[in-house]
C-alpha cells in the first residue's frame, strides 16, 4: 500500500518539476532579451540584466573571472559565460540566443559566403590579443626558426630536425584540426600560407594535450599560446624575435590574433556596461595580463580583418 | 593423456587471463588512486575550481554530477518503470511489441556523441534551454531510458508467476497487481539496475559536452532559491560535471597544478562508482530482506 | 495500433486521486468495479504513454540528424560516393574536400582490433566463472568485471595518454598514440560487455550437455572446445558485436590517444583518426549551417547508420541461437 503512495509521489514530484520547468524557462527567455533595455544606459547608475556569453573555450576562462568580478560590483547583473567553441559562439550570437559570443577569429572569416551577411550584423568588441609560438620538444637543439623553416616543416618538406640547424631527428608534428582558430591565426601570421593535414602529424584541438604530446614526444613541435609556455616545452624564436608581449606590442612579433566578443547591433544596458569594464585599465592591466594574454590598450599596432597591419 | 596435457594447458591459460583482468583492474585502480589520492582533502572536494592559481577544488563539479545525476533520475525513473511494465504485463506478442523492442535496443547502443548532438541540436538550440543542466538530463535520458526500461521488464519478469495469479485471484485489477504484488517484489533487483546505471551516468562526459556545457558559473551555497541565478539548485544553469571537468583541465588547463587536478578528480570519480557499486548491492540485498520478511 | 487511446493522459488527475488510492483497503463493494477499471485505465494510459515517449525520441533523433547530415549531399554539392570512399579531408581548403574514408577506416580497425584482443579474454574470464571456479569467479572476477564497465571513459582516456600511450612509443616505432594504443584502450571497455554476455550465455546451457560429455570421458577442456563453445557461438559472437558497437562509438578516450591526422595510418602506431574523434574536434569550432559543420553532421548520420547495423547483426545472430 505504502508503496503504492511513493510510487506516486514520484510521479507527481516529477510532473510538477517539468511543470516547474516550463514555468522558469518561459521566465528566462523573457528574461534575457529584456535585459539590454532594462538595463539603464547611463555610465555610474546601476545597471540590471541578465545575459549570456558563449563560445572560445580559449576567451571562457577570462571572461569568467571578469564576469564574476563584475557581477560581485553589480549585485543586478546576471552573466551567464559558456562554452562550445568560437564557431558555435558565432551563430548563437547572429542567431540572438546569446548575447555576447565570445570568438578567436574575426566573424568574417567563420561566417563566409552565404552567411556573410550575418557577420555584418555583427559588432566586433576587441578585449584582449593572443600572441602564439612555435614550441618544440627540449631534446631537438633549435632555438630560432625562419618562416621559410616553419613553412617547410608544417608542409612537410623537411622531415628531419638536422636540416634546420637541429640535431638528426625525425619531426614530430602537433598540429591543430583545420576548424581551429588557433591554427588559422598561425597559418596566416607565420606561415602566410595554409598547413596540410600531413599523414603521421598529430592533431589535437586542446593546448593542454598538444604541450604533453610536444614535450614528451622526441623531436614534436606544434604551436601554442603563450598562457600555456612552461618549462616542458621550449618555444622558439621566430625569425630571430623572441615571443614576449613587449614584441607582440611593438609589432616586432606577427604571430598574435585579437580575443573577439561580438554582439549583435551595438550593444546596450548591461552588455555595454560589462564590455566597457572589460576593456577598463583594471581589467585589462589585472586579469587579462595575469590570464597570458596582452592588454589591448598596450598595443602599439592596429591590425584589420585583412591582416593588414598599421601603427596606431 | 595427451588430451589431458591440453586440458591443463588450457586451464592453466583461462586461470592466466582471470588473474590477468583482475591485475589490469587492480593496476588501474592503483594507479588512478596512488596518483590521485594525495591531493584529495576536504578543501579539494568543497573548494572552487582555479583559472590560473595551483589549489583550486572541484566543490561545484562534484555538486553538479549529484544534481545532474538526481535530475536525471527524476525524470528517467517513472519514465522507465513505465516502459518497462509495458514490455512485461501488457506488451501482446505481435509486431508493434517486437518493433518496441528494436527501438529499446537501438536506443541503447546508441553513441552517447550522437546523442549529445541531438541534445545540442534540439534541446539546447531548438527548445532554447541552453546550455543547462535541464539539457544535460533530458541527453541523460535518453540514453539511460532504455537500460531502466530492460532492468524493469526483466526484474519484472522474474517475480514468480504465481504471486500475479494470486493477486489477480483475489479480484484486484491488472494494474493494481503490478504496482502492490508485483513491484515491491521486483523492486530490489530494479534498485540495484537503477544504481549500477546511475553510475554511468555519473562518469558520462561525451554527451555532456554539448548539452551542460564546459563553463560552471559562480555558486552561492547559502542560496537555495531554484529560481535565482546563482543558486546551486537552478536547473537552467550551465553546469561542468566532474567527467567533463577532468576532461577540460586534461585538455586546456592553464593552472600550475592541473595535472594533480585531474589525477585527484579522476581518483574522486572512480572512488564515487566503487561506492556506487557497493552500495548498490548492499542495498539490494537489505531491501530484499525487508521487503520479503515483512510481506 | 493501439496508441491513440492514451491521448487522454491521466496526469493531472494523478495528484488529487493519490489519497484515494492509499485509503483504498476498506471495502466498499458498490464502487469498486468501477475504481478498478478507473484505476487499471489510469495505469495503462501512463505505460503507453511511456512507450509512445521511446518511439517519438528515436524518431526525433533519426530525422533531426539525417536532416543536417544529408545537407551536404542534397544542397551543398558533396556526393556520396566523395565523402564514402575519398582519401582526403580538407574542409577549410580553398577547394574544400569532404573524403571520409579515413575516418571510417580508423574506427573499424580500432573496434575491429578492439575486439580481437577483448574477445579471447572476455570468454576465458566467462569459461572461468562458469566451467572453473564459479565462486572465486562470482566474488572475485565478476565484480572485478563490473567495476571496469563503470569507469567512466574520460578516465580512460586519461590513463590511456598518461600511461600505454608513452609505454607505446618507447616499444615500438612511431609516436606512441594511434590505432594500437585506441585499440588497447577500448578493449578494456569492452571487455565488460563481452564477458557478461558470454557468462549469460554460457550459464543458461543445459548442465545435461556438459555431463554427457563428462560421462563419455571427455576432459574440461575437450567439453569446453568441443561442446560448449560450438553452441553458445551465436551468442558469443552476439556479446563480441556489441562490445564492436560500443567502440564504435565511444568518443572521448579515443580522440584522446589516436593522434587525429585524418590519412589511413601506414602502421598501427602512427597517428590515424575515427569519426567520433573528428566530430568532437570540429563541431565546437565550426559555424551552424556552414558546409564544413554539416559534413560533420553526416559523419554522425553514418555514426548512426552503423549502430542499426550492428543492431541488425545481434538480431540475425540471436535468430541463429535460437534455432541452434
Not at chain 1, 614526444?217 to 621566430?238: E, F, M
Not at chain 1, 630571430?240 to 561580438?262: I, L, R, T
Not at chain 2, 561545484?60 to 527524476?74: A, G, H, R, W, Y
Request: net charge neutral; aromatic share 8%; proline share 5%.
Amino acid at each position: 500500500m505504502k508503496k503504492s503512495v511513493v510510487l506516486l509521489m514520484t510521479f507527481v514530484l516529477a510532473l510538477t518539476l517539468a511543470a516547474c520547468g516550463k514555468n522558469n524557462d518561459g521566465g528566462n527567455a523573457g528574461a534575457s532579451p529584456s535585459a539590454s533595455p532594462s538595463g539603464s544606459s547611463d555610465a555610474g547608475a546601476s545597471v540590471s540584466g541578465s545575459f549570456i556569453a558563449s563560445g572560445s573555450t580559449a576567451l571562457q576562462p577570462l571572461v569568467q573571472q571578469v564576469s564574476e568580478k563584475y557581477m560581485a560590483a553589480n549585485d543586478q547583473v546576471s552573466i551567464q559565460v559558456q562554452g562550445g567553441g568560437s564557431g558555435a559562439g558565432l551563430s548563437q550570437v547572429a542567431e540572438g540566443t546569446v548575447q555576447i559570443g565570445n570568438s578567436d577569429v574575426f566573424a568574417e572569416e567563420k561566417l563566409k559566403d552565404a552567411d556573410a551577411d550575418k557577420a555584418k550584423s555583427l559588432v566586433d568588441h576587441q578585449v584582449a590579443v593572443v600572441a602564439m609560438a612555435a614550441v618544440t620538444n627540449k631534446d631537438v637543439g633549435v632555438d630560432n626558426l625562419t618562416k621559410d623553416q616553419l613553412v617547410s616543416i608544417f608542409t612537410g618538406k623537411v622531415t628531419n630536425w638536422k636540416d634546420v640547424g637541429g640535431k638528426d631527428e625525425k619531426i614530430v608534428l602537433v598540429n591543430r584540426p583545420a576548424s581551429s582558430g588557433t591554427r588559422a591565426t598561425f597559418e596566416k601570421y607565420a606561415l602566410g600560407t595554409k598547413s596540410q593535414d600531413l599523414p603521421g602529424a598529430i592533431q589535437e584541438d586542446a593546448s593542454g594535450t598538444v604541450r604533453k604530446l610536444v614535450s614528451e614526444t622526441p623531436g614534436a613541435i606544434g604551436y601554442l599560446a603563450l598562457s600555456y609556455l612552461n618549462d616542458s616545452v621550449k618555444a622558439v624564436q621566430y625569425e630571430g624575435v623572441e615571443a614576449n608581449a613587449d614584441n607582440v606590442a611593438s609589432g616586432k612579433y606577427p604571430v598574435w590574433a585579437y580575443e573577439h566578443m561580438y554582439t549583435k547591433g551595438e550593444p546596450e544596458g548591461a552588455v555595454k556596461a560589462f564590455l566597457e569594464y572589460m576593456l577598463s585599465d583594471e581589467v585589462q592591466n589585472g586579469d587579462v595580463t595575469d590570464l597570458g594574454y596582452i592588454a589591448i590598450n598596450k598595443m602599439q599596432v592596429t591590425r584589420d580583418v585583412e591582416g593588414k597591419v598599421s601603427n596606431k | 593423456m595427451k588430451a589431458k596435457t591440453v586440458d591443463r594447458i588450457m586451464t592453466g591459460v583461462i586461470v592466466g587471463v582471470a588473474v590477468l583482468i583482475i591485475a589490469v583492474l587492480a593496476g588501474l585502480l592503483g594507479y588512478l588512486l596512488v596518483r590521485g589520492l594525495r591531493h584529495i582533502s576536504l578543501d579539494f572536494l568543497l573548494s572552487p575550481p582555479q583559472t590560473i592559481k595551483a589549489g583550486g577544488g572541484i566543490g561545484p563539479q562534484l555538486f553538479n554530477s549529484l544534481f545532474l545525476l538526481v535530475l536525471t533520475m527524476i525524470i528517467t525513473i517513472p519514465l522507465g518503470l513505465g516502459a518497462g511494465i509495458y514490455m512485461s504485463e501488457y506488451a501482446k506478442p505481435n509486431r508493434l511489441t517486437a518493433f518496441i523492442r528494436l527501438i529499446v535496443e537501438v536506443l541503447s547502443s546508441f553513441p552517447s556523441i550522437v546523442v549529445g548532438l541531438f541534445g545540442l541540436l534540439v534541446i539546447v538550440n531548438m527548445f532554447g534551454l541552453g546550455f543547462s543542466l535541464f539539457s544535460g538530463a533530458l541527453a541523460l535520458t535518453v540514453f539511460n531510458l532504455p537500460l531502466m526500461v530492460r532492468i524493469t521488464e526483466q526484474s519484472l519478469r522474474s517475480v514468480p508467476r504465481e504471486q500475479k495469479e494470486a493477486g489477480l485471484a483475489l479480484g484486484l485489477s491488472r494494474w493494481r497487481t503490478i504496482t502492490s504484488v508485483l513491484l515491491p517484489v521486483a523492486i530490489p533487483s530494479i534498485v540495484t539496475g537503477t544504481i549500477l546505471a546511475a553510475g554511468r551516468v555519473f562518469g558520462e562526459a561525451a554527451a555532456l559536452l554539448f548539452t551542460a556545457g564546459m563553463s560552471s558559473p559562480r555558486l552561492d551555497f547559502s542560496d537555495w532559491n531554484p529560481l535565482h541565478h546563482t543558486s546551486p539548485l537552478n536547473p537552467f544553469r550551465p553546469a561542468e560535471t566532474l567527467a567533463v571537468h577532468i576532461w577540460k583541465i586534461n585538455s586546456e588547463g592553464l593552472a600550475p597544478d592541473a595535472a594533480q587536478i585531474a589525477a585527484g578528480a579522476s581518483a574522486v570519480l572512480v572512488i564515487t562508482v566503487l561506492i556506487f557499486n557497493l552500495g548498490a548491492r548492499w542495498l539490494g540485498r537489505v531491501l530484499y530482506r525487508k521487503l520479503t520478511a515483512s510481506k | 495500433m493501439n496508441l491513440p487511446e492514451t491521448r487522454p493522459s491521466a496526469d493531472p488527475a494523478t495528484p488529487r486521486n493519490a489519497p484515494a488510492t492509499a485509503g483504498a483497503p476498506a471495502p466498499k463493494p458498490a464502487g469498486k468495479a468501477a475504481k478498478h477499471r478507473l484505476e487499471e485505465w489510469r495505469g495503462q494510459a501512463f505505460v503507453y504513454l511511456c512507450v509512445l515517449l521511446l518511439v517519438v525520441i528515436i524518431f526525433s533523433i533519426v530525422v533531426f540528424i539525417a536532416s543536417r547530415g544529408l545537407t551536404p549531399f542534397v544542397s551543398q554539392g558533396v556526393s556520396v560516393k566523395e565523402m564514402l570512399f575519398g582519401l582526403e579531408w580538407a574542409p577549410e581548403a580553398d577547394h574544400p574536400m569532404f573524403g571520409a574514408l579515413p575516418f571510417l577506416f580508423g574506427s573499424f580497425s580500432t573496434s575491429l582490433l578492439a575486439a580481437i584482443i577483448a574477445a579471447p579474454l572476455g570468454i576465458c574470464a566467462a569459461l572461468f566463472m562458469t566451467e572453473m571456479m564459479p565462486k572465486l569467479g562470482k566474488t572475485i572476477l565478476q565484480p572485478a568485471i563490473e567495476l571496469l564497465a563503470g569507469i567512466p571513459s574520460v578516465v580512460y582516456g586519461f590513463v590511456g595518454l598518461s600511461v600505454i600511450v608513452p609505454f607505446l612509443r618507447h616499444t615500438f616505432p612511431g609516436q606512441g598514440v594511434g590505432i594500437m594504443a585506441g585499440a588497447i584502450v577500448l578493449s578494456v571497455m569492452i571487455l565488460p560487455t563481452i564477458t557478461t554476455i558470454a557468462t549469460d550465455a554460457l550459464r543458461s546451457l543445459p548442465a545435461g550437455l556438459k555431463e554427457g560429455s563428462y560421462a563419455l570421458g571427455a576432459t574440461r577442456w575437450q567439453t569446453i572446445a568441443r561442446i560448449i563453445l560450438p553452441t553458445t557461438l551465436p551468442a558469443l559472437l552476439t556479446g563480441v558485436v556489441l562490445g564492436i558497437a560500443r567502440a564504435f562509438g565511444e568518443a572521448l578516450a579515443v580522440q584522446m590517444v589516436i593522434g587525429n591526422a585524418p590519412h589511413i595510418p601506414h602502421s598501427l602506431f602512427e597517428s590515424a583518426t575515427t569519426l567520433t574523434s573528428i566530430i568532437t574536434l570540429s563541431m565546437g569550432n565550426t559555424t551552424t549551417g556552414s558546409l564544413h559543420n554539416n559534413a560533420l553532421w553526416s559523419l554522425a548520420l553514418i555514426l548512426l547508420l552503423m549502430t542499426f547495423l550492428f543492431v541488425f547483426i545481434v538480431r540475425m545472430l540471436e535468430r541463429r541461437s535460437k534455432h541452434a
